[in-house]
């Protein structure tokens, strides 16, 4: 399983990014929750969305709760983030990652996870 995470960049404070994260290799993509998760230099991994197989629930973290959304396309075996209103905390190295089988963890603890991206960097300036 290869995950693909792409769309980071510089962006000024207010600004939006668009992430991606498509998923190839021996996955049913579609059986399968997907989270986003962030890591700020010093800090630890921290949750920060995920949608369930049928993409009918979406959960956030407070942080980004009314300026993130989560939405994915299973034909395309890909997951998006969009990023609005971003602020400078938001700089991080993003990461997708994927649960074991049967797929259907879409919780915030990141050692749920199985499959991780290689994470795509935001960076948010004032």
């Known amino acids: 399983v290869q995950l693909q995470a792409c769309g980071g960049g510089l962006v000024q404070a207010g600004g939006s990014l668009t992430l991606s994260c498509a998923a190839s290799?021996?996955?049913?993509?579609?059986?399968?929750?997907l989270g986003w998760f962030r890591q700020a230099p010093g800090k630890e991994r921290e949750f920060v969305s995920s949608i369930s197989w049928s993409g009918g629930s979406t959960y956030y973290a407070d942080s980004v709760k009314g300026r993130f959304t989560i939405a994915r396309d299973n034909a395309k075996s890909t997951v998006y983030l969009q990023m609005n209103s971003l602020k400078t905390e938001d700089t991080a190295v993003y990461f997708c990652?994927?649960?074991?089988?049967?797929?259907?963890?879409?919780?915030?603890?990141?050692?749920?996870?199985?499959?991780w991206g290689q994470g795509t960097v935001v960076t948010v300036s004032s």
């Open positions: 290799g021996r996955l049913s993509f579609s059986s399968y929750a």
């Open positions: 990652a994927v649960p074991p089988p049967p797929g259907d963890y879409d919780g915030v603890s990141p050692g749920r996870y199985r499959y």
